[in-house]
């Protein structure tokens, strides 16, 4: 059940397909006396990620494939090479991912030579920690379980995440360094201060913080910044055709989990996905944006928020994201 | 890539600015109105609100809902938390922190505060210029942000009386001058309706001033970071120890202040030591001059001990290094200040243990009047002493923010009960006066 790729316990080996570039860089431009939004935003993340890795004992960072971690891993490498990352990765599998997403994940963290640790909510339900209603249910709410069951297990005292505050309306009240207390759980009316950006990353044992590197990036940001790093992402993310069902205001890709019911029909269209969660509850838009420059120009016009979209499950009341978190989500 | 970048909004300027004002003076509702005329809201946000305010038996949108984010904020139809919102414009990225205007949460608009360039004073028209619009002008000078709109909101309710502006915009350039606030904006607007926020609106023809988009859009910001002193706190000590970077030391940290270039001579504090800057490494390659805000790894000529809580400076731009030193404090803790107690001070990448040795005083954010005090309670804000028992490299946060300020955290509780600005030692401000003189505001 633990797959790991290989092993950063010992820092002497040097980073696998990682070169030093030992060339100057050639400006096309004079030097500025401000930076830009974007190298300000990276400035910004590198610097979180250096204070978590400099003043927690145990951190890891969760990557799941999708975009917003794809553009963590690039910081990390910004913040900590020619070295190696000073955390593991961590990816709670649900069991209901894409399986194109995980065949990247995977792909991903080897070419990187980091560790990436998988827990997965299969262990959790058949060690009888997560019950669900029935099989097909989205599992996207009972990841909390499985992601505390492993911050127990490594004794994990912060975990990196790929939030973003423009995501969700409770997400826009998060600190930076979100603290948990010893049952995961968020209390936004009790939340620490946190100025300039002097982060305080101290916990009592058991209880962890979550750290949001990005959260003052919006979608676009990351779409623009993946564009400008040239970061593969899976390629779900790109318009493609497919089979899916209209449902409620939005369409639900069909797969062994999702069904058409009485009088639905399926239909095949070109789509693309916003966000790449469990595959039961998380809807791709129709779209014909086949690479990020497309997506760019999609994402800078669109109407519809990224969650808005996408997300079954944060649809269910105006406050489900916030009930979530409170029990421990991400 | 060239075709993206001509898509893409290119690498504009960020401008992150507050809102504080009074409960009611409508400050969700000018947020909303900043989103909803730039375009910045979606569609199913739009309708999840729009189908809320029915709900309430009101008509049509209430904007307010848009930054209302928590539960029991929607309950209350109060603000409790700081909300942060995003929204872009083809000249500039804006962030925008929606901070309380409750006496109970001054703490939460400090930290609004602490980042932004900017403030927006929201002053209700019919209401002119309240105890809690000076508490938040003093705020805002005391955190030091460059630059200050006063919103005079609700104009349709007082018939958009030029009248009316006049007397508010005079009555708080009087007590602007007690703080030596100077270069404020002065806007008559109505959020309600969308009179010069973004739009002019046809409505206030004898206002030839900027809109605030207009101002938000265009006002300088460059020189909002001290560029002249390079300040560099190492936060993390990259040995790889390969083969292949066998001797390979960087020192890794964001630039604060200032900037820096390939054979610089540096001084390292609080050792002393000196050295040459030999590369400015990063990630994409090697950098012969690097600026602030950027993150950078430094590689120096010669073999020093360095470590994280050190910071690099220009051999010839030093700092102070102190043991002791005054400050102004904001105590954010239901918990109050017990002075016998040790406390931890976390400034730049350092971590120190800390004393109160002395309150010097307290201010009444409301009169600005000084009074003497044992302890500080949550939102309290004064003048004290600190003693830490490993030196700090410092700059009085007027000079700098960056290194002049400090935030305080409960060693029991590990919470953060204090955020510190660092004063000149010695210097009281007012010079005159004991009541409401010049206070340790730290203005333009």
Redesign the interface.
């Known amino acids: 059940m633990d797959i790991i790729l290989s092993d950063m316990q010992e820092f002497i080996t040097p980073v696998p397909n990682f070169v030093m570039k030992s060339e100057p860089i050639v400006l096309k431009r004079r030097p500025v006396r401000q930076l830009g939004h974007m190298d300000a935003l990276e400035s910004e993340s590198i610097h979180i990620l250096r204070e978590v890795a400099a003043e927690c004992a145990n951190p890891s960072l969760l990557f799941s494939g999708g975009k917003d971690s794809i553009v963590l891993l690039r910081l990390a490498e910004k913040a900590f090479r020619p070295g190696r990352f000073p955390f593991p990765l961590l990816h709670i599998d649900t069991g209901h991912n894409f399986p194109e997403v995980i065949e990247f994940r995977d792909r991903r963290a080897s070419q990187l030579g980091e560790r990436l640790i998988v827990r997965s909510m299969e262990d959790s339900i058949k060690q009888g920690r997560v019950v669900l209603r029935s099989e097909n249910q989205s599992r996207n709410a009972f990841q909390s379980i499985t992601l505390l069951d492993a911050i127990a297990e490594f004794r994990f005292d912060a975990c990196i995440g790929g939030a973003r505050r423009d995501e969700e309306k409770a997400r826009a009240k998060e600190r930076i360094f979100s603290f948990r207390d010893e049952f995961g759980q968020w209390d936004p009316k009790n939340q620490r201060p946190e100025l300039w950006d002097i982060y305080n990353t101290r916990v009592h044992a058991g209880e962890n913080i979550r750290v949001f590197p990005i959260s003052n990036w919006t979608e676009l940001d990351v779409w623009e910044y993946i564009a400008r790093e040239q970061l593969e992402v899976p390629h779900i993310y790109f318009a493609h055709t497919r089979e899916v069902i209209r449902r409620g205001n939005g369409l639900l890709p069909l797969s062994h989990l999702v069904q058409p019911k009485d009088g639905e029909q399926t239909e095949n269209l070109m789509v693309r996905f916003r966000t790449v969660g469990d595959m039961s509850c998380t809807c791709p838009v129709e779209s014909t944006a086949v690479n990020v420059a497309e997506i760019i120009a999609e994402t800078a016009i669109t109407r519809i928020t990224e969650r808005g979209a996408t997300r079954m499950d944060d649809q269910t009341s105006d406050a489900s994201m916030e009930l979530r978190k409170k029990e421990g989500y991400f | 890539?060239s075709?993206?970048k001509s898509?893409?909004?290119?690498?504009?300027?960020?401008l992150r600015f507050i809102t504080a004002g009074s409960v009611d003076d409508g400050k969700s509702t000018l947020i909303g109105r900043l989103l909803h005329d730039s375009k910045s809201i979606?569609?199913?946000?739009l309708s999840?609100i729009t189908h809320?305010t029915n709900k309430r038996g009101m008509k049509g949108v209430d904007l307010s809902l848009l930054?209302?984010?928590?539960?029991?904020e929607?309950e209350q139809g109060i603000t409790?938390?700081?909300?942060?919102?995003?929204f872009?414009t083809p000249k500039?990225?804006f962030?925008i922190a929606d901070t309380p205007g409750h006496e109970q949460y001054t703490?939460?608009m400090?930290?609004g505060a602490?980042?932004a360039n900017l403030a927006i004073i929201l002053i209700d028209a019919r209401k002119g210029v309240l105890t809690q619009s000076r508490r938040h002008t003093y705020l805002a000078s005391l955190v030091g942000i460059p630059h200050l709109v006063v919103a005079v909101n609700k104009m349709d309710l007082v018939d958009y009386s030029r009248e009316v502006f006049e007397r508010i915009r005079s009555d708080f350039a009087a007590f602007a001058e007690e703080l030596k606030l100077h270069n404020i904006t002065y806007i008559p607007m109505s959020a309600l309706n969308g009179d010069m926020v973004v739009e002019r609106g046809d409505k206030l023809p004898w206002y030839e001033g900027v809109t605030l988009m207009d101002l938000l859009e265009n006002i300088p910001?460059?020189h909002d970071?001290n560029?002249d002193d390079f300040r560099f706190p190492v936060?993390?000590v990259?040995?790889?120890?390969?083969?292949?970077?066998h001797d390979?030391r960087?020192y890794?940290?964001?630039i604060e202040s200032g900037s820096i270039q390939v054979g610089d001579a540096v001084t390292v504090l609080p050792s002393g030591l000196t050295s040459r800057i030999k590369e400015i490494?990063?990630?994409?390659?090697?950098?012969?001059?690097a600026?602030a805000?950027?993150?950078v790894t430094l590689t120096i000529e010669d073999h020093l001990d360095i470590s994280?809580g050190d910071m690099l400076v220009k051999t010839d731009e030093k700092p102070q290094v102190t043991k002791e030193f005054e400050a102004m404090l904001c105590w954010?803790s239901e918990q109050a200040l017990d002075p016998k107690r040790k406390y931890?001070v976390?400034?730049?990448?350092r971590i120190v243990k800390a004393l109160v040795s002395q309150i010097n005083y307290r201010v009444d954010v409301n009169t600005l009047n000084r009074e003497a005090a044992d302890i500080f309670k949550m939102n309290d804000i004064g003048r004290v002493r600190l003693k830490v028992q490993q030196p700090l490299v410092c700059d009085n946060y007027e000079h700098n923010?960056?290194t002049g300020?400090?935030?305080v955290?409960d060693e029991a509780s590990?919470?953060?009960v204090a955020?510190g600005m660092i004063c000149p030692e010695g210097f009281d401000g007012s010079g005159s006066r004991s009541g409401a003189g010049k206070l340790d505001g730290f203005g333009s």
């Open positions: 890539m075709a993206i898509i893409a909004l290119d690498n504009t300027e960020l979606f569609e199913d946000q999840a809320t930054t209302d984010g928590l539960q029991a929607r409790i938390d700081v909300a942060y919102r995003y872009a500039r990225r962030i703490r939460n400090v930290t602490s980042t910001i460059d970071i560029l936060q993390w990259c040995r790889p120890q390969t083969e292949e970077l390979f960087g890794m940290g964001r490494v990063t990630y994409d390659g090697l950098l012969n001059h600026i805000p950027q993150s994280r954010l931890l976390k400034h730049t990448t923010h960056a300020s400090f935030i955290i590990n919470n953060t955020a």
